[in-house]
């Protein structure tokens, strides 16, 4: 099993910046891809950001050129940086992770951008 904790969400206004953390623990090993995904009210989940245990990222079209992912593998951790933040970016944001073994989702962080 992994386990995966999500961080840093919160309230903020339109154009301002927030970073997201999830720490993952349990069964880590041979991780393929970390990453990030949200949902809004009434919407369906849509990708944010992934990136594989070689460092390929991919973003959603609509966070490329404001949101960036990286990795910091001795910590287990993938962060999340929300810049130019838009009220469409509402929603909450849930960390992802994958393995052989498994589809592992942390239980999300809320984002409020405000206009």
């Known amino acids: 099993q992994v386990q995966l904790l999500e961080s840093g969400g919160g309230l903020v206004q339109a154009g301002g910046s927030l970073r997201l953390s999830c720490a993952a623990s349990?069964?880590?090993?041979?991780?393929?891809?970390l990453g990030w995904y949200r949902q809004a009210p009434g919407k369906q989940r849509e990708l944010v950001a992934t990136?594989?245990?070689?460092?390929?990222?991919n973003y959603g079209d609509s966070v490329k050129g404001r949101f960036t992912i990286s990795g910091e593998r001795s910590k287990n951790t993938v962060y999340l940086q929300m810049n130019s933040l838009k009220p469409e970016d509402t929603a909450v944001y849930y960390c992802?992770?994958?393995?052989?073994?498994?589809?592992?989702w942390g239980q999300g962080t809320q984002v409020t951008v405000s206009s």
């Open positions: 990136i594989t245990s070689g460092g390929v990222t």
């Open positions: 992802r992770g994958l393995n052989s073994r498994g589809d592992y």
């Open positions: 349990g069964s880590i090993f041979s991780i393929n891809l």
